[in-house]
């Protein structure tokens, strides 16, 4: 940490969306026991409570669909070193032939558009040197079985985070893109298929940490998994197909 101008380390503020469970909660563990202030939204009042027994924690309840609520509940903060958009929901499509347009809504609004409503509020705060990082998966390495939506949404986060730290360098703002492969939290508890390599959230979390400290844009983990994916990627459109085609089935 820098010092301040009387010699005391200047205290680092992370400002963390889906701070109350699974990813979320783990960071927000690590950074607090790393000294940093931080501010947790979430939309669980329990959950919410809890965190906020702890010190160096603001909480703040809030639904990121609403766009209001994003655009009141983040209008008066400042100083803020680092944000990292983690919250997220991910349900399958399970019959392709009687799409489920309503889902498919409801995932995109979660993952993606919700970030929209927090760049809106949160960038025209960030001072130069800070840093943007958003939560996308892995599974936007390849096209996946079931995973129309919840894929989707995470490809357009792939492309959004890349496009931003084009733009986002002139203001001297650094991005990353989180990808992690399976995590053991509440999100993927609720699967029904086999989940190679599956981590649990604090390994999780401390990836992120090492990666975001080294200021890298790409943090995907554990590397064993999505190195692999990368690799499936680059073979024939048959061959991966046929790899996809196979996986997150029942
Ligand atoms: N677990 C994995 O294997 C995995 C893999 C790749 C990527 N990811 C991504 O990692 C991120 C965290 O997921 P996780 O596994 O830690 O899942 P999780 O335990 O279910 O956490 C998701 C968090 O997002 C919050 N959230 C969801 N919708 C919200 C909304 N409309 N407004 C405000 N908060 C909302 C939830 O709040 P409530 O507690 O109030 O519901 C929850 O705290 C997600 O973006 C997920 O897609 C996870």
């Not at 200021?215 to 990627?233: E, G, N, S």
Request: proline share 4%; aromatic share 8%; net charge positive.
């Amino acid at each position: 940490m820098k010092p301040n101008q009387d010699g005391r380390p200047q205290q680092k503020t992370l400002l963390l969306t889906g701070a109350a469970s699974g990813i979320g909660e783990a960071l927000c563990a690590q950074y607090l026991a790393l000294g940093w202030k931080v501010i947790a939204c979430g939309r669980n009042p329990e959950k919410l409570a809890l965190l906020a027994t702890k010190e160096n924690i603001q909480t703040l309840q809030l639904d990121l669909n609403e766009s209001q609520q994003v655009l009141d509940n983040f209008a008066h903060l400042e100083g803020l070193d680092l944000v990292i958009l983690n919250a997220g929901s991910c349900e399958y499509i399970d019959d392709v032939k009687h799409f489920d347009g309503k889902l498919f809504e409801r995932v995109i609004n979660t993952n993606l558009i919700s970030i929209g409503y927090c760049l809106q509020a949160l960038l025209p705060k960030m001072a130069a040197g800070s840093q943007l990082a958003l939560v996308g998966s892995s599974a936007s390495f390849l096209p996946f079985s079931r995973a129309q939506a919840y894929g989707a949404s995470k490809a357009g986060i792939a492309y959004l985070a890349s496009s931003l730290a084009i733009d986002l360098k002139q203001s001297d703002i650094d991005v990353s893109l989180i990808r992690p492969g399976f995590v053991k939290t509440p999100l993927t508890d609720k699967n029904d298929f086999n989940m190679p390599m599956r981590i649990t959230s604090e390994q999780a979390a401390t990836y992120i940490v090492q990666g975001l400290q080294k200021r890298q844009f790409d943090i995907h983990f554990p590397k064993k998994f999505t190195l692999i994916l990368k690799a499936i990627a680059f073979l024939p459109e048959r061959l991966w197909r046929s790899f996809s085609a196979r996986t997150l089935q029942k």
